[in-house]
């Protein structure tokens, strides 16, 4: 293009290319929708008042770090919900002929889609292995079978967005993809939920009943209340194959579990012994180490514990003397946590080494309840420096003493009964029966009656709670059924450090190693009736014999046990008596057989040979060692294979005051509250409805009133998903907060519009072109397709790496600052050219239709919704659902990729903003400036040339030109750099009045001093801190400058204007 001398710059300015299509005041969709103007007047003011918002953030600080989605929310206002009312039978395909409403509502979108896509059966491998996309390749998942009593809370809703976003890639990629989805019975948690209503509703208790009575009970419950989970992974989405829907109770794990036994037992892996196990009191329960909660406290505090008249004090070290014996005077003290273990103690420990104590060595000490001798006994597992340095030993009622007493040879005696009360064992003045807690004052009581009490003080420590009943965790003495873990253990650990186990993220491996290098044998008997009996007989005749232990026998059924022992005794079958245990098997024992008992283990299935092993065991990082080293453990030696050979740990999801979500705080949130939106009263009524102590009840209500000051806006599943899944599951902990699900949902709006304007502009005879055969006619068109390809690699690269937080970036960049802030605003006007060039519309179909699969996997319902209403392609049937259509490959989009393309327009975009960020000075809101761009550089000249248009539009401003080098610039025009090489002038005279935008700036330039001033009067600070504070300072002295410049300019043409409020014309 020539370039102009400035003599011939006169109006018309020739050479300047017009910005067409900038003035239009008919809407972009022609569609017919109600109330509609109404709807479009509140449009235009949303987004008057969001344009005046964006040009008071430039006016105070010109380009900002972009912040993320979650720091721009907009402020919450109710939106209209749309409801989708078309009759539809559940199953049938929705009725999407009718037009978009006018803004995204999720209610709409979400109506209808998920039945149809069961009842179509695009869940299903079999349906998969027939797609035209299918690679032959088998992708496998379990979901981690929440409990049956419970109802899914954020933490579940983000193991179920991971999983199904990589679920949903794997199947439209083409593998033939199982995600089987199960329940598990939680043994302990549903048995006492029934047991409060069987009590509620009849006043009747457990032991009223007969235990099969009792489990008629509990069927009829999970029958009639145990949906509520598959009610909630239906509402998010979930793609899982719910023919294959298994319960961790059902006949097929019931026999599961007992071949498990069996051979376990017969492997020599499963023993019975007497050993100490982690006891519920309130339960008369064992239970599992995860069920143990070590709740820190600083030093005194109160608690109101189950079966307990009065607060008990903890967090005290109590100080007791036991005399020397045949030294009147001398004495030994220790400190202690537990008064009430005083009748269980056999000796007291001090170390070798502690000088204090040397000469004592092999003395006895007296009781100081009962008298008895105790021997004084040393070793090097005592600590001196801690309290006196001397320790009672009680190897009934602690693990360390148990481990001190059994090299010391020392008898164990228990004190403390199963139902936490003292046992035969105490002093008659304890009587038998005496609550624990109620004895420790007693016990208390007689030591200050003897003088053998020295006091007490604050002492923080860790006590053991039972997460199930709040009870205090007491360690008894019990003979139960472990696991030998050492072996098998070893076995798991070695698996992950030759890289047969890949866990991910890495650091994770550090706590494997250590967790199975110090593993002890399982527990895995447990007090109940509900769960998996123990199939185990005890051999009444045998064991009645007298000083020999018991004698069990293992069998799948009485039958088989009946023949073992007759073989092992020497008897006839028919004349031994059985008895079964009782007990049922823990919970996390059926768990850990979860990835092969679902697919039909111990049967030969064809799922089985299929897909097992798992592909992928995709979990939150708090299940590494309790359910995922167990199944490793349990698979590795049942089947003969690992279970899985990735493990994929996400992090642990925290509220907004960095707590772990937990029913005992009262700030799980159920994800449809967040879908669907609540009222506060709503959130506060369930608290009540919750089992919190009114302390707690207080804390968390008030915390709720806090969060959720107006309840919880409807975000939709598609907005609650992607938010979970853009953090990742390689990061921190999620602090997840509603208002950055809440911009996700304005994201989903951004999107809903994009595709109504390419609907309206496609319009009703739009033919799609092969891909194959599209031809972009301009650099915009070929600039908007290569970042369409990077976007699908960046995508690809994400799934592949499991890095989901990649993805949602990549697409949120596309959808939003690509295709809307740039492309659709920058193909307007072409789109109103005569006669219309074919291409633009081609391109805007092929970037909807791509960009809608590669959003698929993370946004289901959205994606659905709007792609089965894009014009379908001409020739062959294309995908029924999008959820089965083939997922975008980097490959097949490689040829559109231009990096150099996207380089040079990138230099264009920083030119945007700033002829943005000078119109932002000059407040120049509806005026359309003319510019004009010159550069020292050749290359950067051709640039320029090259988008003249897209810059008028982008920049908000008229006709663009090139000024030749060197060449002055117009009088009344504002120059703004660019580049080292390269500036931009504006025209201002005529387009803004200088009597009146001088006071303004002056008040701006005021103010933003005022803040300058008060920074530099605020002392240096440290670290981060201080770094902020130097870029605030830095864009203010920035700001300041402009304005100094801008207030100038304007000056110089108030002074060449030839009347006080006029401007001439050029």
Not at 202 to 215: C, I, K, Q, T, Y
Not at 299 to 306: A, W
Not at 345 to 371: E, F, K, N, W
Request: glycine share 6%; charged share 25%; net charge neutral.
């Amino acid at each position: 293009m020539p370039h102009l001398p400035l003599t011939s710059f006169r109006p018309p300015l020739w050479g300047l290319r017009p910005s067409r299509g900038l003035r239009r005041s008919c809407p972009l969709s022609t569609r017919s929708e109600p109330d509609g103007s109404a709807i479009s007047r509140r449009n235009r003011e949303a987004k008057q008042k969001r344009l005046r918002e964006k040009q008071t953030s430039l006016e105070a600080g010109i380009a900002p770090k972009s912040k993320s989605p979650a720091e721009s929310s907009k402020a919450w206002t109710p939106k209209e919900r749309v409801l989708y009312e078309i009759p539809t039978e559940h199953g049938e395909k929705k009725d999407v002929s009718r037009p978009l409403p006018p803004a995204y509502s999720p209610q709409y979108v979400e109506a209808a889609w998920y039945p149809w896509w069961v009842r179509e059966g695009f869940f299903k491998p079999e349906y998969q292995a027939s797609l035209p996309q299918a690679t032959g390749e088998t992708f496998s998942m379990c979901i981690p079978p929440p409990n049956v009593t419970g109802s899914l809370h954020i933490g579940h809703a983000l193991t179920v967005a991971i999983q199904d976003a990589l679920v949903r890639w794997h199947r439209m990629r083409g593998d033939r993809v199982l995600w089987v989805p199960g329940s598990d019975h939680a043994g302990i948690a549903t048995q006492a939920v029934v047991e409060k209503q069987l009590w509620k509703e009849r006043g009747v208790r457990r032991h009223e009943l007969s235990r099969e009575d009792f489990l008629r009970e509990v069927w009829k419950w999970k029958e009639e209340k145990g949906g509520e989970i598959c009610e909630q992974l239906r509402a998010l989405g979930a793609s899982l194959d719910w023919d294959r829907e298994c319960f961790t109770m059902d006949t097929g794990s019931s026999v599961a579990v007992t071949e498990a036994f069996v051979q376990l037992y017969k492997a020599g892996l499963l023993y019975r012994s007497r050993q100490l196990v982690n006891w519920s009191c309130a339960l008369r329960s064992a239970i599992s180490d995860i069920e143990v909660e070590s709740r820190p406290l600083p030093g005194r505090t109160e608690l109101q514990l189950p079966g307990c008249p009065t607060p008990v004090s903890f967090g005290l070290l109590f100080s007791v003397a036991f005399p020397v014996d045949g030294e009147p005077d001398a004495e030994v003290v220790v400190g202690t946590t537990r008064p009430e273990t005083l009748p269980g103690d056999v000796a007291v420990a001090v170390h070798p080494a502690d000088s204090r104590y040397t000469h004592l060595h092999g003395r006895q000490l007296c009781h100081p309840l009962t008298g008895q001798l105790l021997p004084l006994i040393t070793d090097c597992t005592v600590q001196p420096h801690l309290g006196t340095g001397a320790v009672k030993v009680t190897p009934a009622h602690s693990p360390a003493d148990a481990e001190l007493g059994a090299r010391h040879g020392l008898s164990p005696r228990s004190v403390i009964a199963e139902d936490g009360t003292m046992t035969a064992l105490c002093e008659d003045w304890l009587q038998v029966g005496l609550h624990r807690f109620v004895a420790r004052e007693k016990i208390l009581s007689a030591l200050r009656e003897r003088g053998l009490f020295r006091g007490l003080q604050n002492h923080p420590m860790v006590l053991p709670i039972c997460s199930r009943s709040g009870d205090v965790v007491e360690y008894l003495l019990k003979s139960q059924w472990f696991v030998r873990c050492r072996e098998m253990g070893e076995q798991a650990a070695k698996a992950v450090e030759s890289g047969a186990l890949d866990l991910s993220p890495s650091f994770h491996q550090k706590n494997w190693q250590h967790w199975f290098s110090h593993i002890e044998d399982w527990c895995v008997s447990r007090q109940l009736w509900w769960g998996h009996r123990i199939p185990a007989y005890l051999v009444v005749e045998e064991h009645a014999k007298g000083d020999t232990e018991d004698f069990w026998v293992v069998g799948r059924t009485e039958s088989e046990a009946r023949e073992v022992a007759a073989e092992l005794t020497g008897r006839p079958g028919a004349e031994l008596t059985l008895e079964r245990d009782p007990d049922v098997l823990d919970t996390w024992f059926s768990s850990a057989l979860f990835p092969f008992s679902a697919l039909g283990w111990p049967r030969e299935t064809p799922d089985l040979a299929h897909f097992y092993p798992l592909s992928l065991l995709e979990t939150g990082s708090d299940l590494l060692l309790f359910w995922v080293g167990r199944m490793v453990m349990l698979g590795s030696q049942l089947t003969g294979q690992l279970p899985f050979s990735k493990v994929l740990l996400h992090s642990m999801v925290r509220d907004r005051q960095g707590r772990k979500m937990s029913k005992s705080l009262g700030n799980v949130l159920d994800p449809r509250d967040i879908i669907s939106g609540v009222e506060l009263q709503v959130l506060q009524d369930k608290l009540r409805d919750g089992n919190l102590d009114p302390a707690e009840l207080a804390i968390a209500a008030s915390a709720q009133r806090k969060d959720f000051p107006h309840g919880i806006p409807e975000c939709g599943t598609d907005a609650l998903r992607f938010t979970l899944c853009s953090h990742g599951a390689l990061g921190g902990d999620l602090h997840l907060s509603v208002s950055e699900v809440l911009s996700f949902r304005h994201f989903c709006n951004k999107i809903w519009n994009a595709l109504r304007f390419i609907l309206n502009a496609l319009g009703e005879e739009f033919i799609p072109q092969p891909a194959e055969e599209l031809s972009p006619a301009s650099r915009m068109d070929a600039w908007i397709l290569s970042c369409l390809a990077r976007t699908a690699q960046d995508c690809e690269r994400g799934f592949l790496t499991r890095e989901l937080s990649l993805v949602t970036h990549a697409l949120h960049h596309f959808w939003l600052h690509n295709l809307c802030d740039v492309y659709l605003e920058a193909v307007k006007p072409v789109l109103s050219h005569s006669p219309r060039p074919p291409e633009p519309p081609q391109v805007l179909f092929f970037c909807a239709d791509v960009s809608l699969r590669l959003l698929a996997p993370l946004m289901p319902f959205l994606a659905e919704e709007l792609w089965q209403r894009l014009p379908p392609r001409p020739g062959g049937p294309s995908a029924p659902s999008i959820c089965v259509a083939p997922y975008p490959s980097a490959h097949s989009l490689e040829h559109w990729h231009q990096p150099e393309l996207e380089r040079r327009f990138s230099r264009v975009q920083e030119s945007v903003q700033a002829l943005r960020a000078l119109r932002a000075t000059y407040q120049l809101t509806k005026a359309r400036p003319r510019v004009l761009l010159q550069s020292s550089e050749p290359g950067e000249r051709g640039l320029f040339e090259a988008f003249l248009e897209p810059l008028g539009i982008l920049g908000h401003c008229g006709a663009v030109g090139l000024l030749p080098p060197g060449a002055a610039a117009p009088s009344g025009w504002v120059q703004a750099p660019l580049s080292d090489s390269s500036q931009a002038y504006m025209e201002l005279q005529g387009l803004v009045d200088p009597q009146t935008h001088l006071p303004r700036l002056a008040a701006r330039r005021h103010k933003l001093q005022k803040q300058l001033d008060g920074l530099l009067a605020r002392p240096p600070s440290e670290g981060e801190a201080e770094t902020q504070r130097q870029q605030r300072l830095s864009s203010l002295q920035l700001e300041l400058s402009k304005l100094d410049k801008a207030a100038s300019h304007l000056q110089q043409l108030m002074d060449a204007s030839p009347s006080p409020g006029g401007s001439p014309s050029l």
